[in-house]
């Protein structure tokens, strides 16, 4: 159907993108992008979607990208192939705060939820099990 009008075609991943979120850092909303191309790309929606960031790390394509509160902290999560979570902190140039290891196989996808007043992630991986993560812990 054309009932809406195309505004944007955004372009700079040389694979596949897996997943789109929004989110706020501050006051400002942004984009984040993942990609077969094993990285992340942070876009501003408010300057004509100009690229703020990518974000390099993971070795294998990345499936999936959640943003998610830790007290009055924003961090983004993402789940790769090469089997690990990272923690990402927008709020610090976007620096790369934790690399999660414990699947044995690619990790697929990554939610969090509330859980009384506690904040914790979950991921699932081709290993067939899910973890459950503290992020209020520092993941130890």
Do not use: M
Not at 14 to 22: A, E, G, L, M
Not at 99 to 115: D, P
């Amino acid at each position: 159907s054309d009932d809406y009008k195309l505004l944007y075609t955004l372009k700079g991943h040389t694979y596949w993108v897996r997943n789109i979120i929004s989110f706020q850092v501050d006051d400002n909303v942004q984009l984040a992008s993942c990609s077969r191309d094993r990285t992340i790309r942070i876009l501003d929606p408010s300057d004509d979607y100009k690229l703020l960031h990518t974000l390099r790390g993971h070795t294998g394509e990345v499936d999936n990208i959640i943003a998610f509160q830790v007290g009055d902290n924003v961090r983004l999560a993402s789940c790769s192939g090469d089997t690990t979570i990272r923690i990402w902190d927008p709020s610090d140039d976007y620096k790369l705060l934790y690399t999660l290891k414990g699947h044995t196989y690619w990790v697929r996808n990554i939610i969090s939820f509330q859980v009384d007043d506690n904040v914790q992630l979950a991921s699932c991986s081709r290993d067939r099990t899910i973890r459950i993560l503290d992020p209020s812990d520092d993941y130890k």
